[in-house]
């Protein structure tokens, strides 16, 4: 059972990208029309998109609902809102240059879309450190040649590593690749891994799904499809010394978004989210058990 605690990523340690924002910064003193839209540039450096509902002038949209529809974040910062959902795209690449402040010996892209990832590391000095491309074509379930040669290419949606140099104050830099069309990241979290134990056998994984299925008086179904979260239900081993901090851990972040592992050999087991619940059981002379309900954000 692993965790990845990301680091918050702003304009201030967001370095480099190709991704440009298309939006107008909102004017003061401009007259805006119906379906305008422009971008918010926060304190922090990020950028929020809202779209006009009427027309105005001289009204902040961060503070006027009623005059402008808050669309989230803009392309650029979408994948950084710490949300799967929202996606930052661009035609044949997303290129992103990160500077880490402290340590950060893991990494998780959610909800890719592309054909491989390379990743590099450089460190404080600006020498290379980590160089590695990462292709995302699937091989789960292919296990013989006719399925080689002749299944449906699949392509895995997540990428996590941890084990990028542990070194400090480094430049993280991923190019997410789809040549010919259009690259997209719905999550980027780079940080410190922390493990608690042991899972063990009998984990549960499964989905909650918010799509609305209806039926009329004649028996008529109409569904409307949304987003599903993804739920784990597991216990893990955690040794005597590690019980005290485990719970620290966990209490610090209750109400934060974290990336969880519960199991490497289950990528379907990855969720980002909360815990909806943990009870530490001492059971044992050297080990207790952990048992956690995690639910995952759209």
Same mark, same amino acid.
């Given at each position: 059972?692993?965790?990845?605690?990301?680091?918050?990523?702003?304009?201030?340690?967001?370095?480099?990208?190709?991704?440009?924002?298309?939006?107008?910064?909102?004017?003061?003193?401009?007259?805006?029309?119906?379906?305008?839209?422009?971008?918010?540039?926060?304190?922090?450096?990020?950028?929020?998109?809202?779209?006009?509902?009427?027309?105005?002038?001289?009204?902040?949209?961060?503070?006027?609902?009623?005059?402008?529809?808050?669309?989230?974040?803009?392309?650029?910062?979408?994948?950084?809102?710490?949300?799967?959902?929202?996606?930052?795209?661009?035609?044949?690449?997303?290129?992103?240059?990160?500077?880490?402040?402290?340590?950060?010996?893991?990494?998780? &892209?959610?909800?890719?879309?592309? *054909?491989? $990832?390379?990743?590099?590391? +450089? @460190? /404080?000095?600006?020498?290379? #450190?980590?160089?590695?491309?990462?292709?995302?074509?699937?091989?789960?379930?292919?296990?013989?040649?006719?399925?080689?040669?002749?299944?449906?290419?699949?392509?895995?949606?997540?990428?996590?590593?941890?084990?990028?140099?542990?070194?400090?104050?480094?430049?993280?830099?991923?190019?997410?690749?789809?040549?010919?069309?259009?690259?997209?990241?719905?999550?980027?979290?780079?940080?410190?891994?922390?493990?608690?134990?042991?899972?063990?056998?009998?984990?549960?994984?499964?989905?909650?799904?918010?799509?609305?299925?209806?039926?009329?008086?004649?028996?008529?179904?109409?569904?409307?499809?949304?987003?599903?979260?993804?739920?784990?239900?597991?216990?893990?081993?955690?040794?005597?010394?590690?019980?005290?901090?485990?719970?620290?851990? &966990?209490?610090?972040?209750?109400? *934060?978004? $974290?990336?969880?592992?519960? +199991? @490497? /050999?289950?990528?379907?087991? #990855?969720?980002?989210?909360?815990?909806?619940?943990?009870?530490?059981?001492?059971?044992?002379?050297?080990?207790?058990?952990?048992?956690?309900?995690?639910?995952?954000?759209?």
């Amino acid at each position: 059972m692993k965790i990845i605690l990301p680091l918050e990523i702003t304009g201030a340690n967001l370095i480099d990208t190709n991704v440009t924002e298309t939006l107008p910064v909102w004017d003061e003193a401009t007259a805006y029309v119906t379906a305008d839209q422009v971008r918010v540039i926060q304190a922090d450096g990020t950028g929020i998109a809202y779209e006009a509902l009427a027309g105005n002038t001289g009204k902040d949209p961060a503070e006027n609902p009623a005059e402008w529809l808050d669309l989230g974040p803009t392309n650029l910062w979408a994948m950084f809102d710490k949300k799967v959902g929202t996606r930052t795209v661009l035609e044949g690449s997303v290129d992103v240059s990160i500077d880490v402040t402290g340590r950060a010996d893991s990494l998780a &892209l959610l909800n890719l879309t592309g *054909t491989d $990832v390379d990743v590099v590391v +450089a @460190d /404080a000095d600006g020498n290379t #450190i980590y160089d590695e491309n990462y292709p995302l074509v699937s091989v789960d379930g292919i296990d013989n040649w006719y399925d080689y040669f002749f299944a449906e290419i699949e392509t895995t949606d997540k990428l996590i590593l941890t084990d990028l140099p542990n070194n400090y104050n480094t430049t993280v830099r991923i190019t997410v690749n789809y040549a010919d069309a259009t690259a997209g990241v719905g999550w980027f979290a780079i940080g410190r891994l922390v493990d608690f134990g042991v899972t063990e056998k009998g984990m549960g994984i499964g989905i909650t799904d918010y799509s609305l299925k209806e039926a009329d008086d004649f028996g008529n179904l109409f569904v409307s499809e949304r987003p599903y979260s993804g739920t784990v239900v597991a216990r893990a081993l955690v040794e005597k010394r590690r019980v005290d901090p485990v719970y620290r851990t &966990l209490a610090g972040i209750r109400a *934060t978004p $974290v990336v969880w592992i519960p +199991a @490497d /050999a289950y990528t379907s087991s #990855i969720v980002v989210g909360f815990f909806r619940e943990f009870k530490i059981a001492i059971e044992y002379p050297t080990y207790s058990l952990c048992n956690i309900e995690i639910e995952g954000l759209t």
